[in-house]
């Protein structure tokens, strides 16, 4: 389930791209070399060891899964509203100071929230539901780096612990005998 989950996001996320006035968009169809969001991971405390880990292109969105409480329906299917917050990491690009004259530029990172909620707003698929923004907090301590964390709730579904049990067909033989 959550690799399905993980992988609807990210087609999502990937819709995001720039058009020619430097808005952001949610295109038709999927073109990678057109999405705005650059790389796409499972959050490892990427920015902790920044000097040791390879590096990665920006804008980055990892995704963590919080701890999932699981509700049991029945015959192996199982319930959960799972949180997952996407580390939406971009360049720290000028400082916002409106005295410095930089504040347009520093603020941009923004618009990428923005535009990701839109695309995220109400996802469903075929195993959840109603993908909702439920928190947002933002990280400026890696230096030429900004962690913006946005933090969704969804209604999931999980059938993976379904058992198929196989059916074997039985033609039934009948006498009737008289006396």
């Not at 390879?54 to 999932?68: G, K, R, S």
Request: aromatic share 10%.
């Amino acid at each position: 389930m959550r690799k399905q989950l993980y992988l609807a996001i990210i087609s999502q996320l990937k819709l995001i791209q720039l058009n020619d006035q430097g808005k952001y968009i949610t295109a038709t169809t999927l073109d990678n070399k057109k999405s705005s969001i650059k790389h796409f991971d499972i959050w490892n405390n990427n920015l902790q060891y920044i000097e040791e880990t390879p590096p990665f292109d920006c804008p980055a969105v990892f995704l963590q899964f919080q701890p999932i409480t699981w509700e049991a329906r029945s015959k192996g299917v199982r319930g959960a509203d799972v949180s997952v917050t996407l580390h939406v990491v971009t360049a720290n690009r000028a400082p916002s100071a409106k005295e410095l004259n930089h504040e347009t530029k520093a603020l941009e990172f923004f618009d990428l929230l923005d535009a990701i909620n839109y695309n995220l707003y109400n996802l469903k698929g075929d195993f959840f539901r109603y993908l909702t923004s439920v928190g947002s907090a933002t990280d400026h301590d890696h230096d030429d780096l900004i962690d913006s964390m946005e933090t969704y709730s969804v209604q999931v579904t999980d059938n993976s612990a379904v058992k198929i049990l196989p059916t074997i067909s039985v033609t039934p033989v009948v006498s009737v005998g008289f006396k």
